[in-house]
C-alpha cells in the first residue's frame, strides 16, 4: 500500500477513540441506547418488545448523565460524539449496559469496550465479569468465549423479554 493510498483510506475510515464518560455525553447515550434497541435489536425482539425496552430509559441527557454516578461508564467517541458505550459496576463485577450506533455495529467498538471494562476489573481484583445480555449481544460474547449461566426473563413497560446470563473469567496479561 503506497502512502497516498494509506492516507486516503485514514480518511474514509472514521477514527474512535475510548474514554471516560463526562456529562455532556449524556444526551448522545441517549440516542445510542435508543437506535440500538429499536434498529441494532430488530432481528431479536418484535417492535413491542423493543418499543417497551427503549421506553424503559428517558431519552433525555440528564438520566444518562445522572446513571454516570453510579456505574463506571466508558464511551467510544467518533469526531467528538458518543457512538457506543458500556456501564460496569466495579463493586459488583458486572456489566449493566453495552450499547453501539447501529451502523457502527460489528466493527470491534463494542469488544474494545469491553477490554477495557475488562482491565478495570483486573486492576480492582476482580477475577470473573458478569453481564445480563439481550439476545443479540450474547451470541456475540458466546463466540468470544463467556459462558452462558442461563435464560432470565426481565419485564420492561410491562412486556416480558428473554436475555441471558452470561459470566467471563478475567486474567491478567503481562504485557
Known sequence: MT????????????RVLY???????GADQAEV??????QGAATHYSVPEREAWAGSMP????AWAARQAFYTTLVATCD???????????????????????SLARRGIGSTLLVHAERMLIEHGTDKV?????????????RRGWHDLGVEWVTR????????RLERRLSAVET
Open 80 to 102: 467528538g460524539r458518543c457512538v457506543g458505550f458500556l456501564e460496569v459496576d466495579l463493586p459488583r463485577a458486572h456489566v449493566e449496559t453495552l450499547y453501539v450506533w447501529p
Open 33 to 38: 441506547f435508543h437506535h440500538a434497541v429499536m
Open 157 to 164: 413497560e410491562g412486556v416480558r423479554l428473554e436475555r441471558r
Open 3 to 14: 502512502t497516498s493510498e494509506a492516507s486516503s483510506r485514514e480518511a474514509r475510515t472514521p
Open 59 to 62: 431519552r433525555e441527557a440528564s
Open 130 to 142: 458478569t453481564v445480563d445480555a439481550s439476545l443479540m449481544l450474547a451470541e456475540s460474547l458466546l
Open 19 to 25: 474514554r471516560q464518560a463526562q456529562a455532556r455525553d
